[in-house]
């Protein structure tokens, strides 16, 4: 069965400072997908970020980047220079190599600090 | 471009009544369909999903259903709602890509 982990369920950082999110996974399949999305106060889930388990390098995307380790099964979130806008929650998600089911972590409530 | 839609945003309804959510998705065909609930705070647990019409994925035995009737329209049902229904839903389909994209929520309240 496909797990994913997420064991900081608050964190806080310093404005302008860099943070990172845990997340481990576990899973069966060779090919999978793995997601980071943020959902602010008002519900939205916005789509951060996107690795694929055969990406040899890791993704980035603006000041986002997936820390990517396949044998430990990790692929942690970090921001860097974060900003007050940043302060909501964060949930790493994993796509089935099927391409059907997509599991979400518990998440990690951030708080970024002026 | 493609957009999802779902309704209604929010709804407060007693204990023991039916209750129908409705997701519908523009701009894309014979998408991949999810409906996730979350509770206050918590994560998003997966209930349903769907990879064409008629087809349905349960991943939460619950007296909540879920039915695909045509190829961009995802609903999800309950003959009697309990307390334990309360929580945000959000109905998703997945691109080509791999990326989720999510409607605005629904909000229930059983009372």
């Known amino acids: 069965a496909q797990k994913i982990t997420q064991t900081q369920p608050g964190m806080f950082v310093q404005e302008k400072e860099a943070v990172t999110l845990d997340c481990t996974y576990d899973t069966s399949d060779q090919s999978y997908g793995l997601f980071w999305y943020k959902q602010p106060s008002s519900g939205e889930m916005i789509f951060l970020i996107y690795q694929g388990s055969y990406d040899e390098q890791n993704a980035t995307e603006g000041r986002y980047s997936l820390n990517f380790q396949k044998a430990r099964k990790s692929a942690n979130l970090v921001i860097s220079a974060s900003q007050l806008g940043d302060s909501a929650m964060y949930f790493c998600a994993m796509l089935r190599a099927s391409y059907d089911k997509v599991i979400f972590g518990p998440g990690t409530s951030l708080s970024v600090i002026p | 471009s493609q957009t999802i839609h779902q309704w209604p945003a929010t709804l407060v309804q007693p204990v023991g009544s039916p209750l129908s959510l409705e997701c519908t998705v523009e701009g894309t065909s014979n998408p991949n369909l999810y409906w996730y609930r979350q509770a206050a705070g918590r994560g998003l647990q997966l209930l349903f999903y769907s990879v064409g019409i008629g087809q349905i994925s349960s991943e939460v035995p619950q007296n909540l259903s879920a039915s695909r009737p045509q190829d961009r329209q995802f609903i999800l049902s309950s003959k009697k709602l309990l307390l334990s229904d309360s929580g945000f839903y959000l109905c998703?389909?997945?691109?080509?890509?791999?990326?989720?994209?999510f409607g605005e929520g629904s909000r229930l309240t059983v009372l």
């Open positions: 998703a389909w997945i691109s080509g890509t791999g990326e989720l994209f």
